[in-house]
């Protein structure tokens, strides 16, 4: 979420206080019962807690603000009640404990515009749709056979990668730009099928677009929707939907020339045909099918993408790590041939290297909101119904109560630490959720997984790395960006030189 509009806010201050006063005093009037709200910092009328939140990045001030009130955090941001949370063990109340309570998306402003109801697979209300799209993904995307048939396009498309850097030696390098687009075309080519490797400029176009759209102080007063009139929200929205539903459109013509395929009857029918049968079918409308194709557009490459930009980023300041990961993987394929399935899973190395890129970098530093069902008790505190549900998982992936040992810091980068532990990301380990949890917890951990790994092993295997002249370990720029998922501010840049003769051709 967008703070930076606080200034603008007291314009709607006077407008508001007097719509909220009126509510209070009928509240008052009707006799409400005390609740027992967790702690937090002082509240305005109107903006509540907002004027807490300027500055650094969001899950950044939140951790500072929990160091005060503690691991269950109420803030009032404008009009939406909100509880902040930031230790494993309250996370686990609402992942695990009462996942039938909080295992519901909280409503976010403008979302029924871009994201057509919303009925993308992260945001629409968990309920008969939402299983049903989950389920058409896992079949055709995340379950480990079909992740396992991507193989030949991660491989097809990680040579291109390889080639284009090998084409750079000795040079500076956009890395950031190059895995970005490796991982895109992967993404593209495993949903969308062969036909569309053409469009990846169009997707990554339209990512940017929807990760860069504005939010504004209307998204605060959800219950005020006039709001997005009269500050051009709505607007802006409308104007951003036209430009997603036109790519979108283009991608469906394409898919469809010379396309009679059936449901069921191809085995490797991809994705957005299965989408398109059951539209057909009448199981889902056009909006729904295009919500869909915005999970990908959205969720399907920047997360593996900026792991692997930060993995990078990590190891080139430390270079003991980085030559451990290059031998290890050298070693390995010494005696494979090439980097397969197989051989990732012997790089035990390379995995304890991107775990601990997703602990101290996970790419959605606050869990999508959570919205609470039912009025409940956490840690003694009332959690009343439709309370929005923040869950800091940046400031629990670097708790120094689970992170710090004897031997290493919890803001450290040290893989080590992941080489004899059983502590992994797949949602039961509460200290460690950057695949989130519960019913709504991420279900694309192989498909992301695998396209993070190879993309780092080839990296790591037949390239050198240095940093820029000029540039050292110290004050290498890893200043962060948040927009939907958390990147590096500037590119990542850096010197590449093939290694040795093992370079593919
Ligand atoms: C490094 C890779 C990835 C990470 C760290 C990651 C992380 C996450 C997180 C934290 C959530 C929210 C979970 C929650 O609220 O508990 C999520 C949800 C989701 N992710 Fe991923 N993700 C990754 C890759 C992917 C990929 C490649 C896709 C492919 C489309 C994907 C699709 C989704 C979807 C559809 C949801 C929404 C689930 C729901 O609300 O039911 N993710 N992911």
């Not at 969308?192 to 997707?203: A, F, T």
């Not at 500050?231 to 979108?248: C, F, P, W, Y």
């Not at 494979?336 to 601990?356: D, P």
């Not at 500037?490 to 010197?495: C, E, F, G, K, S």
Request: hydrophobic share 40%; net charge neutral.
């Amino acid at each position: 979420m967008d703070f930076k509009f606080i200034n603008l806010a007291f314009f709607f201050c006077s407008i508001l206080s007097l719509i909220t006063l009126m509510k209070l005093i009928l509240r008052s009037l009707r006799g409400g019962r005390e609740q027992k709200l967790p702690p937090g910092p002082w509240k305005l009328p109107i903006m509540g807690s907002i004027h807490h939140l300027g500055g650094s990045e969001l899950h950044r001030r939140l951790r500072k603000l929990s160091e005060k009130y503690g691991p269950l955090m109420h803030l009032q941001l404008g009009g939406i009640s909100t509880v902040v949370v930031s230790s494993a063990e309250t996370a686990k109340e609402v992942l695990n404990t009462k996942d039938h309570i909080f295992g519901q998306r909280a409503h976010l402003a403008g979302s029924e515009i871009v994201f057509y109801g919303p009925s993308n697979i992260v945001l629409s209300p968990t309920g008969d749709y939402w299983k049903f799209l989950r389920k058409i993904f896992s079949q055709q995307l995340f379950n480990a056979a079909r992740v396992r048939s991507f193989q030949s396009i991660r491989e097809e498309e990680v040579s291109i990668l390889v080639n284009c850097l090998s084409a750079e030696a000795g040079s500076e390098v956009n890395l950031t730009d190059q895995i970005v687009t490796t991982a895109c075309r992967i993404a593209t080519r495993s949903a969308l099928g062969d036909k569309h490797k053409n469009q990846v400029e169009s997707i990554l176009l339209l990512c940017d677009m929807i990760l860069k759209s504005p939010h504004g102080i209307a998204d605060l007063f959800p219950c005020h929707t006039w709001l997005q009139s009269v500050t051009g929200a709505r607007r802006g929205r409308v104007e951003l939907r036209r430009k997603i539903d036109s790519i979108l459109e283009n991608i469906i013509t394409d898919h469809q020339v010379g396309d009679d395929i059936i449901a069921g009857e191809e085995e490797e029918e991809c994705l957005l045909s299965v989408l398109l049968n059951s539209k057909r079918r009448g199981d889902l409308t056009m909006d729904n099918v295009k919500a869909a194709m915005l999970d990908i557009v959205v969720e399907g490459f920047e997360a593996p993408a900026r792991s692997v930009e930060w993995a990078m980023a990590e190891m080139v300041r430390k270079p003991e790590i980085l030559r451990r990961a290059q031998e290890e993987v050298r070693q390995v394929l010494k005696t494979k041939g090439n980097i397969t399935n197989a051989t990732l899973e012997e790089l035990k190395y390379l995995k304890a290297i991107f775990k601990e890129t997703l602990r101290l970098h996970p790419p959605s530093p606050l869990l999508a909101p959570r919205e609470c069902t039912q009025t409940c008790e956490i840690n003694g505190y009332t959690i009343p119904k439709t309370t929005q549900v923040l869950i800091n998982v940046w400031a629990i992936t670097r708790d120094p109560h689970y992170w710090t040992s004897s031997l290493y810091e919890a803001e450290e980068f040290v893989p080590e630490r992941f080489m004899n532990s059983s502590i992994d990301f797949r949602g039961s380990h509460f200290e460690f959720i950057s695949f989130g949890g519960g019913k709504r917890g991420c279900p694309a951990i192989l498909f992301g997984t695998a396209i993070a790994e190879i993309l780092l092993a080839n990296l790591l295997c037949y390239f050198d790395w240095e940093l820029p002249f000029g540039v050292t370990p110290e004050t290498l720029d890893m200043a962060e960006l948040m927009d939907s998922t958390s990147k590096k501010k500037n590119n990542l840049i850096l010197v590449t030189s093939p290694h040795g003769n093992l370079i593919c051709t």
